[in-house]
């Protein structure tokens, strides 16, 4: 399954059917996420290469409970594979009978029986075209070792379960377990190919709704119907009719299932097409309160909660708060407090009740964690410390005292808060990645601080040039509306780097004036970091081929990415939010908390405020955004603080503002103060975002 709009239907009962529509958005997940223990396998039916571990995203007690019979045995299959084959396939083929049957009898009572044979003909090529009907299956990473329940896993594991549903438009989805459970894999991708069997008469058909003429001419219709809809469910909604153009470059695709569709060819491993399925497939379709939850932890508050790959703590007011890897389980302490000596898998089922908010972990563990320094950003340390092959392994050597970029974070304990970060060091002479403890709560200002950047880094750091790789969408917010394309081989300026999810996707901020002669800021995507770094496919490092600047600070500073002010060696420079001078008063700064004082700024005397690092550290806060500002999609992601001037409610925005954006504001409003500083009025921002 590619891209497509997701069509979410709850199929609680025989009768219910669509629920609503919602576009697919898109995730960066890096090839095989969420994927331990991959196995290989052949392009025969069970066993379509390849397998990752199925418990990474649910307990495989209830999947033994649940799918007694449908689950491949590679044990069985080394004695003899035609046997073990056959009788997968003889339990499979009822269930996904059955399954098609009712789908399509719930979303269409009045369906003909022709429709229905052919409706559930398309589905049992959808099946063999996309995983050759594999799912679950027994295997082992090598002789000698133990048989261990896998999920197919396809398109360099992107693709889940025997529909292959992408977790790149549908990651969400997956971490509910629409990848891992199989009905519900069924159920939930299903609705794509039959959004696209409705569509196909109008949009392929020439408008012909129903099968008419010779039993040729009907077979011939029925036929077309199904292969739309594959075309759909493979392509996207807009290519329903993509297999009738043998140009396109997905011919060979469009064919094969065109020769599933017209050979039948799983009926070469099924004896019985009558037989009873062996499972309870109404139940696991509906996943609702008709289905047995196997036996499993309570969500209850005080309880740290394993649901699928994430992790969540029930708060006092009953919401479901998570982070989508247990290795960020300690970030959660700050919404809720729960016993870190124990987690509690639970199922989806078992949350549905519960209104869920899932945090992007590069947010959460910020906020949560006082000092703990972001993604790309610089760390000074004050001593050698060991460097870890991974947060607990083996030392690989000590990494001198210095400055080091923030490749990755990991927090332990939710009270001790000990910081653990991935940094790139020299060890024996080789450029080493590792982790490094730089303290705990109590601890950590004096192992790890942060620090002004002294070389180039393997993120960018704000205001370092790059260069384009592929065409790149430059979007209104990280992985938001598509404003332009930036042509491949472009020299772009990065003003921010903005984190997200566990496999650190990163989007760069970037000021760009497109061919049409009109100067857009937005982000584009710039690679995951881990489990490997994809960054050089995406931006690679260049020359800059201009003086301009990501942000302007006044004279003997420098814009830090952490902190998103304008520092010195001792001093951040303002403005500063209405909610940070408060707790600047509040912390005892007296005057200097309100004084503008004066400095000078691209050789223009400006006047802001001016505090002592440590003062303005506190005051401000670790957040993502200062204290008592927020993100806004509607500001181009950029911090924005509502404030209160002359008893008219308006909104500011926070920088960085780079050179292009700061004299196109300059020409605009004839030169004003506020142009070469941090904070600008909402109309001037938005004024020059066409």
């Known amino acids: 399954?590619?891209?497509?709009?997701?069509?979410?239907?709850?199929?609680?009962?025989?009768?219910?059917?669509?629920?609503?529509?919602?576009?697919?958005?898109?995730?960066?997940?890096?090839?095989?996420?969420?994927?331990?223990?991959?196995?290989?396998?052949?392009?025969?039916?069970?066993?379509?290469?390849?397998?990752?571990?199925?418990?990474?995203?649910?307990?495989?007690?209830?999947?033994?409970?649940?799918?007694?019979?449908?689950?491949?045995?590679?044990?069985?299959?080394?004695?003899?594979?035609?046997?073990?084959?056959?009788?997968?396939?003889?339990?499979?083929?009822?269930?996904?009978?059955?399954?098609?049957?009712?789908?399509?009898?719930?979303?269409?009572?009045?369906?003909?029986?022709?429709?229905?044979?052919?409706?559930?003909?398309?589905?049992?090529?959808?099946?063999?075209?996309?995983?050759?009907?594999?799912?679950?299956?027994?295997?082992?990473?090598?002789?000698?070792?133990?048989?261990?329940?896998?999920?197919?896993?396809?398109?360099?594991?992107?693709?889940?379960?025997?529909?292959?549903?992408?977790?790149?438009?549908?990651?969400?989805?997956?971490?509910?377990?629409?990848?891992?459970?199989?009905?519900?894999?069924?159920t939930y991708a299903i609705d794509i190919y039959y959004a696209a069997w409705q569509a196909a008469p109008a949009a392929c058909l020439g408008g012909v709704v129903e099968p008419i003429g010779t039993t040729a001419d009907i077979d011939a219709y029925w036929r077309s119907r199904a292969r739309s809809a594959w075309s759909a469910y493979n392509g996207g909604p807009t290519r329903v009719c993509r297999w009738q153009n043998p140009a396109d470059a997905n011919v060979g695709k469009d064919n094969g299932y065109r020769d599933n569709y017209d050979n039948r060819l799983w009926l070469v491993d099924v004896a019985d097409l009558t037989k009873a399925a062996a499972i309870d497939v109404n139940c696991l379709m509906d996943n609702g309160p008709s289905c047995p939850v196997p036996t499993a932890g309570a969500v209850e508050p005080g309880k740290l909660l394993q649901v699928g790959t994430a992790a969540c703590v029930l708060t006092p007011a009953g919401t479901l708060e998570c982070v989508d890897d247990v290795r960020d389980a300690a970030c959660l302490g700050g919404r809720a407090s729960f016993d870190e000596n124990s987690i509690t898998p639970v199922y989806v089922a078992q949350t549905t009740a519960f209104p869920r908010i899932d945090h992007n972990r590069h947010q959460l563990c910020r906020g949560a964690v006082a000092g703990l320094q972001s993604l790309g950003s610089a760390i000074a340390t004050t001593q050698p410390l060991d460097l870890r092959a991974t947060p607990d392994g083996m030392v690989l050597g000590q990494a001198a005292a210095g400055t080091y970029q923030v490749l990755d974070f990991m927090v332990v304990g939710a009270q001790t808060q000990k910081r653990l970060y991935r940094i790139r060091a020299s060890i024996n002479g080789a450029s080493t990645d590792g982790w490094i403890d730089a303290g705990t709560v109590a601890t950590h200002a004096a192992l790890a601080t942060g620090a002004?950047?002294?070389?180039?880094?393997?993120?960018?750091?704000?205001?370092?040039?790059?260069?384009?790789?592929?065409?790149?969408?430059?979007?209104?917010?990280?992985?938001?509306?598509?404003?332009?394309?930036?042509?491949?081989?472009?020299?772009?300026?990065?003003?921010?780097?903005?984190?997200?999810?566990?496999?650190?996707?990163?989007?760069?901020?970037?000021?760009?004036?497109?061919?049409?002669?009109?100067?857009?800021?937005?982000?584009?995507?710039?690679?995951?970091?881990?489990?490997?770094?994809?960054?050089?496919?995406?931006?690679?490092?260049?020359?800059?081929?201009?003086?301009?600047?990501?942000?302007?600070?006044?004279?003997?500073?420098?814009?830090?990415?952490?902190?998103?002010?304008?520092?010195?060696?001792?001093?951040?420079?303002?403005?500063?939010t209405a909610a940070s001078t408060q707790a600047c008063l509040n912390a005892g700064g007296g005057a200097v908390c309100t004084a503008n004082r004066p400095t000078v700024i691209d050789g223009v005397a400006v006047a802001t405020q001016v505090w002592g690092k440590a003062l303005a550290a506190a005051a401000t806060g670790n957040g993502d955004c200062p204290r008592g500002a927020t993100r806004s999609m509607a500001h181009r992601f950029h911090c924005t603080e509502a404030v209160t001037r002359n008893g008219v409610t308006e909104t500011d925005v926070y920088g960085p503002f780079g050179t292009a954006l700061v004299n196109a504001c300059l020409a605009g409003s004839g030169n004003a103060a506020y142009c070469r500083t941090n904070r600008w009025p909402s109309a001037a921002f938005l004024a020059l975002q066409p």
């Open 1 to 186: 399954m590619k891209r497509f709009s997701a069509l979410a239907t709850l199929l609680a009962t025989l009768c219910l059917g669509l629920v609503g529509t919602a576009q697919a958005q898109y995730t960066p997940t890096p090839n095989d996420w969420a994927c331990t223990g991959k196995v290989g396998g052949t392009w025969t039916h069970g066993r379509a290469p390849s397998g990752c571990d199925a418990s990474a995203f649910g307990p495989d007690s209830f999947v033994r409970g649940n799918y007694t019979g449908v689950i491949y045995d590679d044990a069985s299959h080394a004695l003899s594979n035609a046997t073990e084959r056959k009788r997968y396939m003889q339990a499979m083929y009822p269930v996904i009978r059955d399954a098609s049957q009712r789908y399509l009898l719930a979303r269409k009572p009045g369906a003909s029986a022709r429709e229905l044979e052919a409706f559930q003909r398309g589905t049992y090529a959808t099946l063999r075209q996309e995983t050759f009907w594999s799912h679950y299956r027994d295997a082992q990473l090598a002789a000698g070792q133990p048989y261990v329940l896998k999920m197919m896993r396809g398109d360099s594991g992107h693709g889940h379960g025997m529909m292959q549903v992408d977790d790149r438009y549908h990651f969400v989805r997956l971490q509910e377990g629409k990848g891992w459970n199989m009905m519900q894999n069924f």
């Open 452 to 576: 002004a950047p002294v070389a180039a880094g393997t993120i960018p750091y704000a205001g370092d040039w790059g260069k384009v790789v592929p065409n790149l969408n430059m979007r209104a917010t990280p992985n938001g509306t598509v404003l332009m394309s930036i042509p491949a081989g472009t020299a772009v300026q990065v003003k921010e780097v903005y984190g997200t999810a566990s496999a650190n996707n990163l989007y760069y901020r970037l000021e760009y004036t497109h061919t049409d002669g009109k100067l857009r800021e937005g982000w584009v995507f710039g690679g995951n970091l881990y489990p490997v770094s994809t960054l050089a496919n995406w931006l690679v490092p260049t020359a800059a081929p201009s003086a301009q600047k990501a942000a302007h600070c006044p004279n003997g500073t420098r814009y830090d990415h952490h902190v998103r002010q304008c520092m010195s060696a001792s001093q951040t420079y303002g403005p500063f």
